[in-house]
């Protein structure tokens, strides 16, 4: 119980640091005037959203980091290993957050002002990034490898762990990233997410991983304060990207990985929209499977309002996430 209170307590001081600080921030992007830009392509509707400051995700990244690190100083000066391990979901939040942030400014400012860095330069690092986090959990933190439900043995997947692990951090990475694109949807999915995977992590007695997850989960609800519609903030890649890479080595450290396809359905779903959209568009020769991808942007073009989408959707990440950890308990 006291481990819940802590857990608890952490979420509500990351929620009031980021909310105190939102502020601050959003006048430093207008002032330097760091926007969003509209693709042509997006639904009409979207054209409001054309100068809405874009980067947020330092808004939730910076209390994170703070309260993380301020948690683990003992162990960051060597006086107390215990809470050490955190600091590999710390660093990934990060890495992810600066290439994130490398890409959003490419967008704005840069060569590419409008589409960002290139797909293959991007793509690139994130697999880079992600095999040497891999080889990490792997080698040096040992987590258990993989838990199945209904099975109460973890399961050894030998090297085959290393590519695997690579794969789930870049997939979830850009799962979240094509999520973002609707006013609070991201913030609220994944906020869900890092509870849910939070939950497991007491359940297992990972303590100081269920104390970064919840973290996150009050810096991203002080995030929703200014992202909610109409978004006076948008996390950008900076936030989208370091989020669901990050999501991935919490669930990763867990052993719990596979019920990511559970928990993370709703970006799991708007990653193979994209997948299934471009490969039907190259078969057929130019036709669509959906009205738009990611699938976001079909439901809108449907008639849904933004609000819609973004409710129904939550609704439905909700139910996953309390679907994957009585999955986790069996």
Known sequence: MSHTALVLGLAMLSFIMTVIWGTPLLRVLRH????????????????????TPTMGGVLFILPAILLTGL??????????????????????????????????????????????????????????????????LKYILMVPEMYLPGIQVKLELGWW?????????????????????????????SATAFAAFGGIALLIGAIYLAQFCFIIVGALFGFLWFNV????????????????????????????????????????????????????????????FFKMAPIHLHFELLGWSETQVVQRFWLIGLLAAMVGMGLALV
């Not at 993370?264 to 959209?277: C, D, G, R």
């Open 161 to 189: 762990y290393i590519p695997i692990a690579a794969f789930v951090i870049v997939s979830e990475s850009n799962a979240v990233n094509f999520t973002d694109g609707l006013d609070g949807l991201a913030g609220l999915i």
């Open 32 to 51: 330097y005037r760091v926007g969003k830009i509209i693709r042509v392509e997006e639904p009409d509707k979207h054209r409001i959203k054309m100068g």
């Open 71 to 136: 948690l683990n100083a003992a162990a960051l000066i060597g006086l107390d290993v215990t809470g050490r391990s955190i600091l590999v979901p710390l660093i990934v939040l990060i890495s992810y957050a600066v290439l994130g942030a490398l890409d959003d400014w490419e967008g704005i400012r840069g060569k590419r002002r409008g589409e960002g860095m290139r797909a293959r330069t991007k793509f690139a690092a994130q697999v880079i990034l992600a095999l040497g986090t891999a080889i990490v």
């Open 229 to 288: 519609h109409p978004a006076e903030l948008i996390m950008g890649d900076t936030g989208s990207m370091a989020l669901g890479s990050t999501l991935a080595v919490v669930a990763l450290m867990t052993g719990h990985w596979p019920l990511l396809i559970v928990i993370a359905v709703i970006p799991l779903s708007e990653a193979l929209s994209v997948v299934i959209q471009v490969i039907y568009f190259r078969l057929t020769k130019g036709k669509r």
